[in-house]
């Protein structure tokens, strides 16, 4: 069968990952509607098919999935901050697990045939002991991000085996490209170019295993074209270590600023030490990375160069 007929539903379609993912489906033909309570900018819009601006959950989904009779959704609405999960466990289990809970359950009443790609997060295996990581690795979050994220996993397990929704969940390690507007890259840019030293948690020797959106959206293309959908998981990542300071330099450089880069030597609740996947499983659909981080690194640089002027008008 050839599953690339369309549509696919994306939620959370306005959000970093989302907005690239409606882009490369795009481009690939697909039929693409967007979901998301904020609205959408001129420039996604022209990626998708329609827009509907809906706060889920909200009985307009189901009637919404009746109507188009998806192929396809990605879950991609949720919560994207293991610091803010920690101050505000509340809001990150209501949109992260139990929004997951209610488009299971609005898939298995609207649209019983679609298929659903959750996105997770490396958070699941907290602080691993072993690298690289599969996905047969005890999984033991230090984080409620982690936790929920697990819980949403076991809610598509539990709608495969009961209800028979087809779904898989996607373990993205440390996502970056041009659109962040949070997280290390970001922070490391706006304190070089507005300061002279940049200031940073931990050591320095810390790791992840940096993966960019372009590559992201590669594995989920393939993970849609290929994949069982028996409610099994991917880690996707590029199966490569990078220290912090590395990626500090890469960054400075990229950027023209002699900066000092000082750490702290203390490290933030939730946040693990090292993270390498092992991304076998991916790898035997044909995923292949093709961004190292040192350009896609050097590249986020450059387009934080050339839109400086616009940060200061919208929040981060």
Same mark, same amino acid.
């Given at each position: 069968?050839?599953?690339?007929? =369309?549509?696919?539903?994306?939620?959370?379609?306005?959000?970093?990952?989302?907005?690239?993912?409606?882009?490369?489906?795009?481009?690939?033909?697909?039929?693409?509607?967007?979901?998301?309570?904020?609205?959408?900018?001129?420039?996604?819009?022209?990626?998708?098919?329609?827009?509907?601006?809906l706060k889920l959950p909200d009985?307009?989904?189901?009637?919404?999935?009746?109507?188009?009779s998806p192929q396809l959704c990605?879950?991609?609405?949720?919560?994207?901050?293991?610091?803010?999960?920690?101050?505000?466990?509340?809001?990150?289990?209501?949109?992260?697990?139990?929004?997951?809970?209610?488009?299971?359950?609005?898939?298995?009443?609207?649209?019983?045939?679609?298929?659903?790609?959750?996105?997770?997060?490396?958070?699941?295996?907290?602080?691993?002991?072993?690298?690289?990581?599969?996905?047969?690795?005890?999984?033991?979050?230090?984080?409620?991000?982690?936790?929920?994220?697990?819980?949403?996993?076991?809610?598509?397990?539990?709608?495969?085996?009961?209800?028979?929704?087809?779904?898989?969940?996607?373990?993205?390690?440390?996502?970056?490209?041009?659109?962040?507007?949070?997280?290390?890259?970001?922070?490391?840019?706006?304190?070089?170019?507005?300061?002279d030293r940049v200031e940073l948690?931990?050591?320095?020797?810390?790791?992840?295993?940096?993966?960019?959106?372009?590559?992201?959206?590669?594995?989920?293309?393939?993970?849609?074209?290929?994949?069982?959908?028996?409610?099994?998981?991917?880690?996707?990542?590029?199966?490569?270590?990078?220290?912090?300071?590395?990626?500090?330099?890469?960054?400075?450089?990229?950027? =023209?600023?002699?900066?000092?880069?000082?750490?702290?030597?203390?490290?933030?609740?939730?946040?693990?030490?090292?993270?390498?996947?092992?991304?076998?499983?991916?790898?035997?659909? =044909?995923?292949?990375?093709?961004?190292?981080?040192?350009?896609?690194?050097?590249?986020?640089?450059?387009?934080?160069?050339?839109?400086?002027?616009?940060?200061?008008?919208?929040?981060?």
């Amino acid at each position: 069968m050839n599953r690339n007929q =369309g549509p696919i539903v994306i939620t959370g379609v306005t959000g970093f990952i989302g907005s690239h993912l409606a882009r490369h489906f795009s481009e690939q033909g697909w039929s693409t509607i967007g979901i998301d309570r904020t609205p959408a900018s001129n420039d996604l819009l022209a990626d998708l098919s329609s827009f509907h601006c809906l706060k889920l959950p909200d009985p307009a989904f189901g009637i919404l999935l009746k109507d188009s009779s998806p192929q396809l959704c990605i879950h991609c609405a949720g919560t994207a901050s293991v610091s803010q999960s920690i101050t505000d466990v509340s809001t990150d289990f209501y949109a992260g697990t139990v929004l997951t809970f209610e488009v299971l359950n609005a898939l298995r009443l609207s649209a019983p045939r679609c298929r659903l790609i959750f996105l997770s997060s490396a958070a699941v295996y907290g602080d691993p002991p072993d690298l690289p990581v599969s996905e047969d690795a005890p999984l033991r979050p230090i984080s409620p991000y982690g936790y929920h994220k697990l819980l949403c996993e076991k809610t598509a397990q539990e709608f495969h085996s009961i209800y028979g929704v087809q779904s898989c969940a996607v373990r993205i390690f440390s996502a970056y490209g041009r659109g962040l507007r949070r997280q290390v890259l970001w922070d490391i840019c706006q304190k070089a170019l507005n300061s002279d030293r940049v200031e940073l948690l931990g050591t320095g020797d810390e790791t992840r295993d940096f993966v960019h959106v372009q590559d992201i959206a590669q594995g989920i293309a393939l993970i849609a074209d290929r994949a069982p959908f028996q409610a099994e998981v991917y880690n996707l990542a590029t199966g490569e270590e990078t220290k912090i300071r590395d990626l500090a330099e890469i960054l400075i450089a990229a950027l =023209g600023r002699g900066v000092e880069v000082k750490f702290t030597g203390t490290s933030r609740a939730g946040d693990p030490l090292r993270w390498r996947a092992d991304i076998t499983r991916l790898s035997e659909l =044909g995923y292949r990375p093709q961004t190292p981080v040192a350009i896609g690194a050097a590249d986020y640089a450059g387009w934080i160069l050339q839109n400086k002027p616009s940060f200061g008008e919208r929040p981060c």
